[in-house]
């Protein structure tokens, strides 16, 4: 009898775990959708604070500190004040130094903090280029450790390559069979599920279209 109730108590825990599983996929579905939309830095201050609540119940999850650190980054590229800039980047930091310690070993995250480097560094390139694109370099170094094949931290790397090939003496064009390459297989690259990160592909287009 007593094991007959300890299945049933597993059965039932584990159909709300799945309700609940369920419940987030949907949330996020959403979420990302409205993030898709996204024209302002309102909408993406909007956008990003869901993706906090959402955090804020799902604690085990690390994706919704990862889009709302996204949302907050590219609130900095679209902000014009750089005061601004850094306040959001601010908040963007935040997150991902907690998403550095609940997901030590997700490549995204160092992706995702080498375009947080980015953002720093263009509020004042002229006083930040050297120290931020060095951090920004580790970082993409730690994301290709991780994976080699992401295509984000690949596509951070090139950028970065092209942008500092002038000062080692290199023809920044030299790079683009690199984005080349990427940009056409780019659709290859299959995220873990529909809530994983998938952005970049327009970038690389960007850099594909510098190259003509």
């Not at 709300?16 to 996020?28: C, G, H, I, L, P």
């Not at 996204?70 to 997150?95: P, T």
């Not at 997901?103 to 004042?124: C, D, I, K, M």
């Amino acid at each position: 009898m007593k094991k007959i109730i300890l299945s049933l108590a597993v059965v039932l825990v584990s159909l709300v775990s799945m309700a609940q599983k369920a419940e987030y996929f949907k949330t996020m579905g959403e979420t990302l959708g409205q993030f898709a939309t996204c024209q302002s830095v309102s909408d993406l201050q909007a956008v990003g604070n869901k993706f906090q609540m959402i955090a804020d119940v799902e604690k085990s999850e690390w994706l919704p500190l990862y889009y709302h650190a996204h949302c907050y980054i590219l609130m900095s590229f679209v902000e014009q004040d750089a005061a601004k800039k850094d306040s959001y980047l601010d908040v963007a930091e935040k997150s991902i130094n907690k998403l550095i310690e609940m997901a030590p070993a997700e490549s995204e995250v160092f992706a995702l903090q080498a375009f947080f480097y980015t953002g720093r560094l263009v509020v004042n390139s002229v006083e930040r280029g050297q120290k931020y694109s060095a951090l920004s370099g580790q970082a993409i170094g730690k994301a290709l450790a991780l994976d080699p094949n992401n295509p984000r931290a690949k596509m951070l790397k090139i950028r970065m390559d092209i942008g500092t090939a002038q000062f080692f003496g290199t023809d920044p064009k030299s790079f683009c069979p690199q984005a080349k390459d990427l940009l056409a297989n780019w659709d290859n690259f299959k995220p873990e599920s529909a809530i994983y990160p998938s952005w970049g592909k327009d970038q690389v287009a960007e850099i594909v279209k510098g190259c003509e």
